[in-house]
């Protein structure tokens, strides 16, 4: 079965430090992989996907087959980016989303 | 146009009563999802709409979960016979699906609480 871990439930990192999110997945086949985020009294939202290779906000992840990790990563936060960020895998072929327990980012000023 | 709407926004109940909550997916979305947010568990699949029909039930809980999408628009999750472990977050979701990745856009939840 697919599995999504994001193993820190709470993180703080000062405005203008680096920010690491961790996501590690299990999972046999292709998967496709995201982040979302959910801001303070806002729905959820998609932030990047790794087929799109893209940086969102400053944000970029990458996709480690080897070591089975999607970091999501921001090389100077910004308080705007204080947030509760999901990791999710999709495999192809299926429609649901499997989604890791989340991070509570605050970025302290 | 609106995004997706959900109905009621908060809903208490007392254990043992049934609910029924309310999805409007976005209008032309063909792919509709219920997830479940409880406390410390991240976000749960529920079940899965292609249309009207549900190809992927596989996460309801128990049969005191069901769910139906009339009109290929919106849909109803209803809990018979709530327990207290079912308090949470219940999340719709809807996408356009097609051959390319696609996004799943969230609605704002209801909150259920039994009591």
């Known amino acids: 079965a697919q599995r999504v871990t994001q193993p820190e439930k709470l993180l703080s990192v000062f405005k203008g430090a680096p920010v690491e999110l961790k996501c590690n997945y299990s999972y046999s086949g292709s998967p496709e992989l995201f982040w979302y985020v959910q801001y303070s009294r806002q729905r959820l939202q998609l932030l990047l996907r790794h087929i799109s290779r893209e940086s969102i906000k400053g944000f970029t992840a990458d996709l480690n087959k080897g070591e089975t990790s999607f970091h999501l990563k921001k090389p100077f936060a910004q308080e705007e980016d204080s947030a509760m960020y999901y990791c999710a895998l999709r495999d192809f072929g299926n429609e649901k989303l499997t989604f890791g327990t989340g991070t509570r980012l605050t970025i302290i000023p | ?115």
Do not use: M
């Open chain 2, 1 to 115: 146009g609106a995004g997706v709407s959900q109905s009621p926004s908060n809903k208490v109940t007392e254990k043992g009563k049934d609910v029924e909550l309310r999805c409007d997916p976005i209008s032309g979305h063909t792919a509709l999802y219920w997830y479940r947010q409880s406390l410390g568990q991240g976000l749960e699949f529920l079940i899965y709409f292609q249309g009207n029909s549900a190809p992927d039930k596989s996460g309801l809980p128990s049969d005191r979960f069901s769910a139906e999408r009339t009109g290929g628009s919106v849909s109803t999750l209803t809990i018979q016979r709530t327990q207290q472990e079912d308090s949470a977050v219940y999340l719709c979701a809807s996408s356009s699906s097609g051959l390319t990745s696609y996004e799943q856009y969230f609605g704002p939840g209801t909150r259920l609480t039994v009591t």
